[in-house]
Structure formats: C-alpha cells, structure tokens
C-alpha cells in the first residue's frame, strides 16, 4: 500500500493534474478513504457514513442480481456494465467541468436502472436512458444529494415514454428465449386472469430485469431496513396501502381493481418500494413525512394500475411523490413547530 500511496501522490504532482483532479481524488478516496477529519465538538456518532451506504445497497442488491443472470442470462451484466461505463463518464465530465469530486451516488444509480429494464433492451437504449438520467435526473439540480428525483427512475421513464414499443412489447420469459408482449398485470387488465402467486414469487414470470425474483428482492430490503440504511415506515405504508385499498377496491370494484396480493407481487412494486421509494435524497426526511409519502405512494400506484392506459403505477407515484417531498416536509415541520409570532 506504501507503493500505491506514492504512486497516487506522484499524479497529484504531475503537470495538469488539477484537469483531472476529481477522478484522481475518487481513486485515492476509494482506496485509502478520506482525509477529512475535524478537530473539534460536539460530534454525533453514527456508523452509516456515505461509502458504508453504498456499499450496503450494493449488497442488498446482489441477490436481486445474481437472480436476473440465472433467469435471463449474461445478457443482463451487459446491460449493467453499460449503464456503468455510459453513467459513470458522464458523471466523471460534470465533475471535471465543475471542479468537483466524484461521489459514490452512481454506484447505485448505475445498479437500479438496468434492474427496472425489460431483460431484452437494447443496450443502445440503456446508453440513452441512463444519460438522461444522470443529466437531466441529477446534474441539472447540482449533482449528488442536490436532485429532487430518482435519476434511475427518470431515465426509465424517459425511455418509456421515448421507446414504447420496445419496453412495453419485448418482454423475455424467465428461463427461455421466448419473447411474450405480455406480463402478468397486462394480462390481467386485458383478460382478468391472474398469474400464479408462487411464479411471481420465485421470477418464472416475466418483468423487469431485477424486479421478477420477489423472494430476492425482499431479502435485499428486508437487509437494508435491518441494517437501518433505509427507513422502515416508507416500504411499510406503501405496501400496505396498496394491500387495504386494493383488498376494498377488488371487493367493490373487481373488474377493475387487481386482488391484493397480485398487487404486491406483480410489476415493480415490491422493487420499487425497497430500493427507489427509500431514496433519503428524493424522500421526505421528517418520520411524519415518510409516513405520508409511503400512504400516497400506494394510492397513486393502485390508482394508475386500475384506471389508466398503463398497466404499471410504480415508477410514476414514485417520481410524482418525489417532486411533493419538500412541501410534504415543510408543512409537517410548519404543524410540528408553528411559528412563533412576537
């Protein structure tokens, strides 16, 4: 490690180094860590740092992973190393341009999007969408803990949008080559039939590349609530929500409300809800907040299911509730703590 650390210093020194500083200083940074420290109180001891967050969503999201390549094959590493090389260039030139250091935030970011895509996109489109999203999704607000949406789901739904065709009429079966047009919720709201709940469960139906395998994806949520990197009450309220309004609308409504837990296992709810709902940048941070923000979560996702020309609700109550999440918090803190008038 001596040889590498002076290996680093000697860059540093190296003409027009400064050009390049904040891909060197995301090497060091990754390798020794970060030098800051503070000399002085008070302090707060919390062992949930930046990296150590990361790094645990990270591993939260390898069961979700290592499923998607078992049941659609490498062609979904592809599609994830695409979305890191095209991504992470782009956040590399915004910090260059602006003279700023390269944050862990794409690690993530550059995980998500590729899981909530059809396993059979082209990887020209993933290039497409994961840019619009770091772009328009993050570094038009500042960058990194500065973006109002999930940069994963604005890409996703600009690629929806963009590219009907190909992601809402090419889905792969889980385990074959077989290409269907159909999912278990466009199936259901064209014929109202239900998929069995135990291949929705284990992925032997098709979706999104990281989003078929629930049992997976639960693990991977269940880790991050334990290991308190995400918050509890989001994925809590948004899915029971979903669970009381549909097992209601189902009862008064069954033509056009799905039963419950088809709702739960169906589409990206389960995803959603554990990974993107949870997002501290994007969510409201006060307890009352996420509270709220869970609740509405669920309504619109059932609402969108039920009554609109798309058969998924997720990724559009997510982005929706994303943009209310600042006057979601200013409201609760302005109930909680009125101002005092003189």
């Known amino acids: 490690m001596r040889l590498l650390r002076l290996f680093i210093d000697r860059i540093y020194k190296l ?23 503070t000399t002085g109180g008070p302090h707060i001891l919390d062992c949930i740092d930046m990296k150590r967050y990361m790094v ?16 659609f094959g490498l062609n979904v590493i592809k599609i994830i190393a695409v979305s890191y ?63 109002i949406f999930n940069p994963a789901l604005v890409g996703r739904l600009f690629v929806t949008l963009a590219f009907p065709a190909i992601m809402t009429t090419s889905w792969q079966q889980p385990l074959t080559d077989t290409i269907t047009a159909a999912t278990p ?17 284990l992925g032997a139906a098709a979706g999104s590349t990281g989003e078929t395998c629930r049992l997976a994806v639960i693990l991977g949520g269940l880790f991050l609530i334990f290991s308190r990197v995400s918050n509890w009450r989001i994925p809590l309220c948004y899915l029971g929500t979903v669970f009381v309004f549909a097992f ?10 799905a039963p419950p837990l088809f709702q739960l296992l169906s589409g990206g709810l389960l995803f959603g809800a554990m990974f993107m709902a949870t997002d501290p940048v994007t969510s409201p941070f006060t307890p009352v907040g996420k509270y ?24 559009f109550s997510i982005v929706i509730m994303n943009a209310l999440s600042p006057l979601i918090d200013h409201i609760v803190l302005a109930l909680r703590y009125p101002p005092v008038r003189i």
Not at 18 to 23: E, G, I, S, T
Not at 56 to 71: G, Q
Not at 248 to 256: S, T, V, W
């Open 56 to 71: 645990l969503v990270i591993v939260a999201l390898i069961p979700a992973v290592l499923a998607a390549v078992y049941l």
């Open 248 to 257: 209601f609308g189902n009862h008064f409504a069954p033509e056009r409300i």
């Open 15 to 37: 003409p027009h180094a400064d050009r390049f500083k904040p891909v060197i200083d995301a090497f060091d940074a990754g390798m020794f860590g970060t030098p800051e420290t």
């Open 292 to 315: 709220i923000f869970g609740i509405s979560c669920g309504v619109l996702t059932v609402l969108i299911r039920s009554f609109s020309g798309y058969v998924e609700g997720v990724m």
């Open 185 to 201: 919720l466009s199936i259901y709201k064209t014929e109202r039939v239900l998929t069995s709940y135990w291949d929705l469960f």
């Open 85 to 147: 090389i095209v991504g992470g260039a782009a956040e590399v030139v915004f910090a260059i341009v602006r003279k700023k250091e390269i944050h862990e935030g794409f690690l993530i970011t550059g995980l998500i999007f590729p899981l909530v895509l059809p396993p059979t996109t082209p990887l020209w489109v993933v290039a497409v969408g994961i840019l619009f999203g770091v772009i328009f999704g993050k570094e038009i607000f500042g960058g990194t803990g500065r973006n």
